[in-house]
């Protein structure tokens, strides 16, 4: 798979890190929270890493369904802001 990104952010440096003797690299607390990240790297070299969250195919057609998303968007919305009643199933 071959994914090409042009990177138009600007990028500051947040440390220097040491390779072990099996060229592995800690991160420590930059990728915390995260499990997985997407590697590029361009044509000096350069290595960006972009921390990726995966979520399960069952899940995918949410996020290919504009309208769902925003609908789901707008409660979630709501919710935050106190803005929610009680639903009696029995009624439905």
């Known amino acids: 798979m071959q994914n090409n990104i042009k990177i ?11 390779m072990d003797d099996r060229n592995r690299l800690t991160l420590g607390e930059i990728f915390k929270g995260y499990k997985r990240v997407r590697l590029y790297k361009n044509d ?3 290595v960006l890493l972009q921390p990726v969250v995966e979520i399960p195919a069952s899940e995918l057609w949410l996020f290919q369904n504009k309208e769902a998303l ?3 968007q707008r409660g979630l919305k709501d919710a935050s802001e106190g803005k929610i009643t009680k639903l009696n199933l029995d009624e439905l």
């Open 44 to 46: 000096r070299g350069e």
């Open 8 to 18: 138009n952010a600007a990028f500051q440096e947040i440390g220097t890190r040491t």
């Open 70 to 72: 925003e609908s789901i």
